[in-house]
């Protein structure tokens, strides 16, 4: 293995183990401020931090030439409203103590993926992808049968995800530019939503404290360097690589709602993941024997 994807897989799983670990005890730390106030701060305080990355990396030219094609700005727009939705469930799950939960959806949303690239874009599905397809369907089916539930966050959390993954890329936007004018398309909705928490005196991001008014803008570089750790990472030992280091997050994710917050996890749940990890193991062998064919 050459230096160049020794780095890439190092700095891939960083940013994974950022998400699945430093993320986690970082919202679970500032989850006082409730789900709506964290995924507003979260808006916000990312924009602000890819301005000033943005600047200081003189990117501004790829800002204003994507600005330039309405229909990428209308996929971005798109994409803003979906990783809206996802940061906001995912908050949810870590404050409610669901972590559990949400990494059940980490887990399968590349499998999603898959199966959003050949229903909506006519992507290739071979037999390893179709069973993996098959056994999440079977996981959800097996859900929705003995817990007599729709795993709701889950879900949310895997095709909200899915879906933005797939349109960010077929537009090819550098990762940092699209993810910037995202959020500055979601701030005014934020700045809306913190209007009205505050007007109902509901607000923890206040003037009067100034402790935690840092604690809630660090927010913003929570959500950015691992981006920019794993994207650095997928350029230098390829996607293939990193999507298998990215199961890290889920795992990460998976073990501390057990063993770390006693999150509940009985037989049912435990058959359930079992289909799934049947599902990811097929499916990363599949990218394995991709990547070593090409």
């Given at each position: 293995?050459?230096?160049?994807?020794?780095?890439?897989?190092?700095?891939g799983?960083?940013?994974?183990?950022?998400?699945?670990?430093?993320?986690?005890?970082y919202?679970?730390?500032?989850?006082?401020?409730?789900?709506?106030?964290?995924?507003?701060h979260?808006?916000?305080?990312?924009?602000?931090?890819?301005?000033?990355?943005?600047?200081?990396?003189?990117?501004?030219?790829?800002?204003?030439?994507?600005?330039?094609?309405?229909?990428k700005?209308?996929?971005?727009?798109?994409?803003?409203?979906?990783?809206?939705?996802?940061?906001?469930?995912?908050?949810?799950?870590?404050?409610?103590?669901?972590?559990?939960?949400?990494?059940?959806?980490?887990?399968?949303?590349?499998?999603?993926?898959?199966?959003?690239?050949?229903?909506?874009?006519?992507?290739?599905?071979?037999?390893?992808?179709?069973?993996?397809?098959?056994?999440?369907?079977?996981?959800?089916?097996?859900?929705?049968?003995?817990?007599?539930?729709?795993p709701?966050?889950?879900?949310?959390?895997?095709?909200?995800?899915?879906?933005?993954?797939?349109?960010?890329?077929?537009?090819?936007?550098?990762?940092?530019?699209?993810?910037?004018?995202?959020?500055?398309?979601?701030?005014?909705?934020?700045?809306?939503?913190?209007?009205?928490?505050?007007?109902k005196?509901?607000?923890?991001?206040?003037?009067?404290?100034?402790?935690?008014?840092?604690?809630?803008?660090?927010?913003?570089?929570?959500?950015?360097?691992?981006?920019?750790?794993?994207?650095?990472?997928?350029?230098?030992?390829?996607?293939?690589?990193?999507?298998?280091?990215?199961?890290?997050?889920?795992?990460?994710?998976?073990?501390?709602?057990?063993?770390?917050?006693?999150?509940?996890?009985?037989?049912?749940?435990?058959?359930?993941?079992?289909?799934?990890?049947?599902?990811?193991?097929?499916?990363?062998?599949?990218?394995?024997?991709g990547?070593?064919?090409?």
């Amino acid at each position: 293995m050459n230096k160049k994807i020794l780095n890439g897989i190092l700095l891939g799983a960083a940013g994974s183990f950022w998400w699945g670990l430093l993320g986690v005890f970082y919202f679970k730390k500032v989850s006082f401020a409730g789900p709506l106030e964290l995924v507003v701060h979260r808006t916000i305080w990312t924009a602000f931090f890819l301005a000033v990355t943005t600047t200081f990396y003189s990117r501004w030219s790829l800002f204003t030439n994507i600005c330039k094609k309405k229909n990428k700005l209308f996929i971005l727009f798109i994409c803003g409203l979906l990783i809206f939705a996802n940061w906001s469930v995912w908050i949810y799950a870590v404050v409610v103590n669901k972590l559990v939960d949400a990494s059940f959806g980490y887990y399968i949303f590349p499998i999603i993926s898959v199966f959003f690239g050949y229903v909506f874009f006519n992507e290739k599905l071979n037999i390893s992808r179709i069973f993996s397809i098959s056994l999440v369907l079977i996981s959800i089916i097996y859900f929705l049968i003995n817990l007599q539930s729709v795993p709701f966050i889950g879900l949310s959390v895997a095709f909200t995800w899915s879906a933005y993954n797939i349109l960010r890329k077929k537009i090819k936007v550098e990762a940092d530019i699209g993810l910037l004018i995202e959020s500055i398309f979601l701030t005014p909705i934020a700045l809306v939503i913190f209007y009205f928490i505050a007007k109902k005196g509901l607000n923890d991001f206040s003037l009067s404290d100034p402790k935690t008014m840092f604690w809630l803008f660090i927010a913003g570089p929570m959500t950015v360097i691992p981006l920019y750790l794993y994207i650095k990472g997928v350029e230098l030992a390829g996607l293939g690589s990193t999507g298998m280091i990215f199961f890290i997050t889920p795992t990460c994710q998976f073990l501390l709602g057990i063993f770390y917050y006693g999150e509940i996890f009985d037989i049912n749940k435990l058959i359930g993941f079992i289909f799934i990890w049947i599902a990811v193991i097929i499916y990363l062998r599949d990218i394995y024997q991709g990547k070593n064919t090409l």
